[in-house]
């Protein structure tokens, strides 16, 4: 027969599993404390676990009970860290994980797990670097769970090289380790190797879920990949893969950003379930194209449908104000940015304000605008409206403005480069020399330019002038007979953009060999007639290249895409029919 002490044990742990919010935990609580029995380390512990694990958020009150238990033991102190781990008191973890070390009692593969990801929501380097010598020091590291929790830690911290070596020393993986890699390449700027990643996780035959392909889909948005961008598309289809908001949103994402805007907003509308991250995207997906009212029109819907608009929204609006000349909407929406939602804009949405008033050929009033800013404006911001005063022939300002520029970031050599173009397009040479002579005295390095086009699932970069590609001389030749048609059509170079004072015939060939002329001289060379071309490149698109590739569309009866690498302009330039 069970004791008296055993039978209020197991009434009372069973009325603490039914406890249906943390009111009734705490009238529990203080009947335990009327019977005495707060102080019994096995009821204390089902109380705890409750506090802090079944009742998320309420973490200072399962500190309370923690506080109250003489000596916790390995499970007390794990269900505190787990709790701590999931609350917005996440630090607090480390410095009782700290107290649990320091106290002798040696941990589990649970505590690591539960501070690890501590260490990785919260970014923190150097606890997470003890805290893995420790684990490891005390045998855990062949722990899969363990070794998943290093593993991300790592990649949380931007240190993807150590991780990678970690991952490829791993005995053994799981979906989490393969996914965990893939998504840090491709949340920090490296979709080409977390594409090769992907790719050796489908040879190992490890079942893909629902976050790496959403990390995939990332990838293939970056590098404008939308024939991979469809096959994973078809891959969730054939495998039932649900089509969450996450997954959901990354299709659009992808889809937008590769040229296929007809199949974003089909996936869009077909999703059962939209958060605000999926309207914002959705949005942007239209002002990349430069459909700025359809852009707005979905922002409409979207406030109509009862969600609250946030500051990737009002980006993703501005944007496309910025993108469609909409100068008086944007206006509009980002003064209700505060006004009606309360949102202090941030440095994105005072750029896109800055841009769309430089498109409008505004640039006092851009200049006024930051000049008037309550935060400091970055080299982005200036940099937009040097180019725009350039374009503009505002020489004057512009004198002021690369002053701003080059003492706001001295060793960028782009910025060299941008105030070096300004001088030269009004016949400055003495102060493109000086600036020139700065920008090597700095050591001020520029940075170079490529282009990218995929055919057959396999990339081909390009850069200007470059002959290092196999079929160099048919792409030239290819080259030869576009700017035949291109002349045939009336082209003339607009060669205010080289920046060198050479004569006009060499201007014209510098320009022809920018490297998205390349890629898409090799792109006509490599595919059917009438196939669409989808080229990235890392920088801008000079005006020149700009004429060109919608002549060439126009020429050659061919969808051509050109997009920056950073999203930060997007040029999709042919004939579209958007339903």
């Known amino acids: 027969m069970q004791s008296v002490v055993e039978q209020q044990r197991s009434l009372f742990s069973s009325l603490i599993r039914r406890c249906s919010s943390i009111l009734s935990l705490k009238s529990l609580h203080a009947l335990l404390i009327r019977e005495g029995l707060d102080q019994d380390s096995f009821l204390a512990s089902k109380l705890l676990q409750a506090s802090a694990v079944s009742f998320s958020g309420h973490m200072d009150y399962a500190h309370l009970v923690f506080s109250r238990i003489s000596n916790p033991n390995l499970f007390v102190y794990n269900t505190m860290l787990q709790g701590y781990s999931r609350s917005n008191s996440a630090i607090c973890a480390i410095s009782l994980y700290k107290r649990m070390h320091g106290s002798g009692l040696p941990g589990n593969s649970f505590t690591a797990a539960f501070v690890l990801k501590v260490c990785s929501r919260l970014v923190r380097v150097v606890e997470g670097n003890e805290i893995r010598a420790q684990v490891l020091k005390m045998g855990l590291g062949s722990d899969l769970a363990v070794a ?88 969730i289809d054939k495998h039932d893969v649900p089509v969450d908001v996450v997954i959901g949103t990354s299709l659009v994402d992808m889809y937008s950003k590769c040229g296929g805007l007809d199949e974003a907003l089909r996936v869009f509308n077909n999703m059962p379930d939209k958060d605000v991250l999926a309207w914002s995207s959705m949005i942007g997906g239209l002002a990349i194209h430069g459909l700025g009212e359809r852009a707005l029109e979905i922002f409409a819907q979207m406030k109509r449908s009862n969600l609250r608009p946030n500051c990737v929204t009002f980006t993703s609006v501005l944007f496309a104000c ?23 804009p941030q440095i994105e949405h005072y750029g896109c304000m800055v841009d769309l008033l430089c498109r409008a050929g505004q640039t006092q009033e851009a200049y006024d605008f930051i000049m008037s800013m309550p935060i400091k404006p970055n080299e982005v911001l200036w940099r937009a409206l040097l180019n725009s005063c350039r374009i503009h022939g505002d020489v004057e300002l512009s004198s002021c403005i690369s002053k ?17 173009n300004v001088y030269a397009s009004s016949g400055r040479w003495s102060d493109v020399t000086r600036v020139r002579g700065l920008m090597k005295k700095r050591k001020a390095e520029k940075e170079h330019g490529y282009s990218m086009i995929e055919l057959n699932n396999t990339f ?20 030869d007979k576009m700017n ?35 890629a898409i001289a090799f792109g006509i060379l490599q595919t059917s007639d009438n196939q669409p071309l989808r080229v990235i490149k890392n920088l801008r698109v000079c005006g020149d290249c700009h004429s060109v590739i919608k002549l060439l569309s126009r020429v050659y009866s061919r969808e051509i895409t050109v997009s920056t690498d950073d999203r930060s302009e997007t040029k999709s330039l042919g004939t579209k029919s958007i339903n």
């Open 148 to 235: 998943n929790g290093i593993l991300k830690w790592a990649v949380a911290c931007g240190r993807l090289d150590e991780a990678r070596k970690m991952f490829d020393e791993m005995a053994e993986r799981d979906p989490a380790s393969w996914s965990t890699v893939i998504a840090g390449y491709s949340q920090n700027g490296m979709p080409r190797e977390a594409l090769t990643l992907f790719r050796e996780m489908q040879r190992s035959f490890m079942e893909i879920d629902g976050f790496t392909l959403a990390s995939v889909l990332g990838a293939c948005a970056q590098l404008g990949s939308l024939d991979l961008g469809r096959w994973v598309h078809a891959y």
């Open 322 to 344: 910025s993108h469609s000349g909409l100068l008086e909407e944007g206006k509009f929406h980002f003064d209700s940015m505060s006004r009606k939602y309360g949102i202090a």
């Open 404 to 420: 701003h520029l080059l003492e706001l970031d001295p060793h960028g050599g782009d910025n060299y480069v941008l105030v070096s």
């Open 460 to 479: 081909h970069e390009f850069v200007m002038g470059d002959e290092s590609h196999p079929h160099t001389a048919e792409i030239y030749e290819m080259l």
């Open 484 to 518: 035949v048609k291109l002349k045939s059509q009336g082209y003339v170079a607009t060669t205010a953009d080289v920046l060198h004072d050479i004569d006009e015939e060499e201007k014209e060939n510098a320009l022809g060999l920018h490297s998205e002329r390349l």
